[in-house]
């Protein structure tokens, strides 16, 4: 069975680049706390590693 990654956000996108800010938008994130489920797939893994300072991330089955 395929993992999955929880991905929360623990801070605020405010003062973040541009380019940041799109990339928590392409991941569904858009307020503090939410979180979203998304396949373990290696585009995915590209979109946390730009964030990391800005989410947490937890591997789920």
């Known amino acids: 069975m395929a993992t999955s ?3 929360t956000q623990i801070k605020s996108k405010i003062s973040e680049k ?3 800010r799109d990339t928590l938008r392409s991941l569904g994130l858009h307020r ?3 979180f979203v489920v998304r396949e ?3 585009q995915n893994r590209g979109y946390v590693r730009h964030v990391a ?3 947490k991330v937890e591997e789920i089955d």
Do not use: F, P
């Open 5 to 7: 990654l929880k991905i």
């Open 18 to 20: 541009q380019d940041q």
């Open 32 to 34: 503090i706390g939410q």
């Open 40 to 42: 373990d797939n290696s």
């Open 53 to 55: 300072h800005l989410v």
